[in-house]
C-alpha cells in the first residue's frame, strides 16, 4: 500500500519540514494521477502525525482541482436499518356456515412498529372486509382479550406465514371470479404479493368409527350454523311437509323412505364435487383449529368427516355429517316457509362486498 510507493513511507513523512513535505506529495500527485488517490486518501485518514495528514488532504485538494477525485463515499447506513413489514404473529377463528373465518395478522416494520391487518375471508368470494392500523403491545392484548370473550366461533393463533398463505388463497378466488377486493384492502395487498397459498391439510385415510360418529360434530355450539342453504332446498322442505301432512294412509315405514328419498336427493344435488370439496376443506381447517384450542376429540372428528367425504369412493348421501347438514337446511326452510324465520338470518350465501357488487352491476 503507501509503504509501497517511493516516498510515501508515513514514518519518513513525518520527519521533513512542512516545505519538503509540500514538495513531495506534490511531485508524487503529478506523477501518478489519479493512481495516487488510494494512498494519498489513506495518509490523510490514518496518518498518526497531523502535519502528513493535512499535507496530503492539501495534496488530494490539488488533484480535485484539476478533475482527478475519488468517486464520493457511501452514504453512512443509518443505526437502525428500515426493514420490509413482515409477518410476525396471526390468528384465525373457526369457520362460520358460509364458509367465512376472520383473521388477524400482525406485522413489524421499520423500527419496530407494529400493525394488525384484520380481514374477513370466505371460500367462495374471497376477502369480504378489510380493516387495520398501527397498534401497541398493550392495546393488542386488550383486543385479543375482547375478542376472545365475544366471539362465537374459536379464535387461535396460528404461523403467520400460513395465515399469509390463507389470504393469498382468497385473492387468488377473486383473479379467478374477475372480482376485486374491497378498496379497504389496497394498502395491505403489496404485503402479500410474494407468498403462496398454504399447502392443504393433510388427511388420513379415514376411520370408520369416528366417520359414523362426524354428525355429533353439529352438535357443537360453534357448528350450530352450518347447513346447506335453505333457499336451496325450499322446494324439498315443501315436498317433504306435505308428505308428512298428507291425509293417505300410508305405513309409518313409506313415509320413513319417502322422507329418507328426498334427503338423499338434496345431498347428491347440493354436494356435488366442487361443494363437497369445500366442505372438505372447512373440515379440515377446523380440525387444525380444534387442535390449536386443545381440544383432540373434535379435530379428529372433524378429521375423519373431512377424509370420508373426499374419499374417492364416497357416498354423500351416506355421509353422516353430510346428512346432517342436509337435514337442518330442510327444517330451516321449513321454519321460512311457515314464516317463524325470516329467511334473512338463515341464508348461507356470503354478501359481496359493496367494491365487488359494484364491479359486477
Same mark, same amino acid.
Given at each position: 500500500?503507501?509503504?509501497?510507493?517511493?516516498?510515501?513511507?508515513?514514518?519518513?513523512?513525518?520527519?521533513?519540514?512542512?516545505?519538503?513535505?509540500?514538495?513531495?506529495?506534490?511531485?508524487?500527485?503529478?506523477?501518478?494521477?489519479?493512481a495516487a488517490l488510494p494512498a494519498?486518501?489513506?495518509?490523510?485518514?490514518?496518518?498518526?502525525?497531523?502535519?502528513?495528514?493535512?499535507?496530503?488532504?492539501?495534496?488530494?485538494?490539488?488533484?480535485?482541482?484539476?478533475?482527478? !477525485? /475519488?468517486?464520493? $463515499?457511501?452514504?453512512?447506513? *443509518?443505526? #437502525? @436499518?428500515?426493514?420490509?413489514? %413482515? =409477518? +410476525?404473529?396471526?390468528? &384465525?377463528?373457526?369457520?362460520?356456515?358460509?364458509?367465512?373465518?376472520?383473521?388477524?395478522?400482525?406485522?413489524?416494520?421499520?423500527?419496530?412498529?407494529?400493525?394488525?391487518?384484520?380481514?374477513?375471508?370466505?371460500?367462495?368470494?374471497?376477502?369480504?372486509?378489510?380493516?387495520?392500523?398501527?397498534?401497541?403491545?398493550?392495546?393488542?392484548?386488550?383486543?385479543? !382479550? /375482547?375478542?376472545? $370473550?365475544?366471539?362465537?366461533? *374459536?379464535? #387461535? @393463533?396460528?404461523?403467520?406465514? %400460513? =395465515? +399469509?398463505?390463507?389470504? &393469498?388463497?382468497?385473492?387468488?378466488?377473486?383473479?379467478?371470479?374477475?372480482?376485486?377486493?374491497?378498496?379497504?384492502?389496497?394498502?395491505?395487498?403489496?404485503?402479500?404479493?410474494?407468498?403462496?397459498?398454504?399447502?392443504?391439510?393433510?388427511?388420513?385415510?379415514?376411520?370408520?368409527?369416528?366417520?359414523?360418529?362426524?354428525?355429533?360434530?353439529?352438535?357443537?355450539?360453534?357448528?350450530?350454523?352450518?347447513?346447506?342453504? *335453505?333457499?336451496?332446498?325450499?322446494?324439498?322442505?315443501?315436498?317433504?311437509?306435505?308428505?308428512?301432512?298428507?291425509?293417505?294412509?300410508?305405513?309409518?315405514?313409506?313415509?320413513?323412505?319417502?322422507?329418507?328419498?328426498?334427503?338423499?336427493?338434496?345431498?347428491?344435488?347440493?354436494?356435488?364435487?366442487?361443494?363437497?370439496?369445500?366442505?372438505?376443506?372447512?373440515?379440515?381447517?377446523m380440525a387444525l383449529v380444534f387442535?390449536?384450542?386443545?381440544?383432540?376429540?373434535?379435530?379428529?372428528?372433524?378429521?375423519?368427516?373431512?377424509?370420508?367425504?373426499?374419499?374417492?369412493?364416497?357416498?354423500?348421501?351416506?355421509?353422516?355429517?353430510?346428512?346432517?347438514?342436509?337435514?337442518?337446511?330442510?327444517?330451516?326452510?321449513?321454519?321460512?316457509?311457515?314464516?317463524?324465520?325470516?329467511?334473512?338470518?338463515?341464508?348461507?350465501?356470503?354478501t359481496p362486498s359493496r367494491d365487488?357488487?359494484?364491479?359486477?352491476?
Amino acid at each position: 500500500m503507501t509503504d509501497a510507493e517511493p516516498g510515501l513511507d508515513a514514518s519518513r513523512l513525518a520527519t521533513l519540514s512542512a516545505d519538503a513535505l509540500d514538495d513531495v506529495l506534490r511531485a508524487f500527485a503529478d506523477a501518478h494521477g489519479a493512481a495516487a488517490l488510494p494512498a494519498l486518501g489513506e495518509l490523510a485518514a490514518d496518518a498518526d502525525v497531523r502535519s502528513v495528514r493535512r499535507g496530503a488532504k492539501r495534496a488530494l485538494y490539488r488533484l480535485a482541482q484539476r478533475g482527478v !477525485a /475519488a468517486p464520493p $463515499a457511501p452514504p453512512a447506513r *443509518p443505526i #437502525v @436499518e428500515r426493514r420490509a413489514e %413482515r =409477518a +410476525v404473529r396471526a390468528w &384465525v377463528s373457526g369457520i362460520d356456515g358460509s364458509g367465512s373465518r376472520a383473521a388477524w395478522i400482525l406485522f413489524e416494520g421499520a423500527y419496530g412498529t407494529t400493525t394488525l391487518c384484520s380481514l374477513i375471508l370466505n371460500d367462495t368470494v374471497g376477502v369480504l372486509d378489510a380493516a387495520g392500523g398501527r397498534i401497541t403491545k398493550k392495546r393488542l392484548d386488550a383486543e385479543l !382479550a /375482547a375478542l376472545r $370473550a365475544s366471539q362465537k366461533l *374459536p379464535w #387461535v @393463533e396460528i404461523e403467520p406465514a %400460513r =395465515a +399469509v398463505g390463507l389470504v &393469498v388463497e382468497a385473492l387468488g378466488l377473486h383473479r379467478a371470479r374477475g372480482t376485486a377486493p374491497p378498496e379497504a384492502f389496497a394498502r395491505w395487498e403489496p404485503l402479500f404479493a410474494a407468498a403462496a397459498p398454504p399447502p392443504a391439510p393433510v388427511l388420513a385415510a379415514p376411520e370408520p368409527a369416528l366417520v359414523e360418529r362426524a354428525a355429533e360434530l353439529l352438535e357443537l355450539p360453534e357448528l350450530a350454523g352450518w347447513f346447506l342453504d *335453505p333457499e336451496s332446498v325450499q322446494g324439498d322442505a315443501v315436498e317433504r311437509e306435505a308428505a308428512r301432512q298428507s291425509r293417505l294412509v300410508v305405513s309409518d315405514q313409506i313415509k320413513t323412505e319417502r322422507e329418507e328419498a328426498i334427503l338423499a336427493h338434496v345431498v347428491e344435488r347440493e354436494l356435488g364435487p366442487d361443494a363437497r370439496a369445500r366442505w372438505v376443506r372447512r373440515l379440515a381447517e377446523m380440525a387444525l383449529v380444534f387442535d390449536a384450542a386443545g381440544r383432540p376429540e373434535s379435530a379428529a372428528l372433524a378429521r375423519a368427516a373431512a377424509a370420508g367425504l373426499a374419499a374417492p369412493d364416497a357416498a354423500p348421501a351416506r355421509h353422516p355429517l353430510a346428512r346432517g347438514l342436509a337435514r337442518r337446511a330442510l327444517d330451516l326452510a321449513t321454519e321460512v316457509a311457515a314464516g317463524r324465520i325470516p329467511a334473512a338470518d338463515v341464508r348461507r350465501t356470503p354478501t359481496p362486498s359493496r367494491d365487488e357488487r359494484s364491479q359486477s352491476e
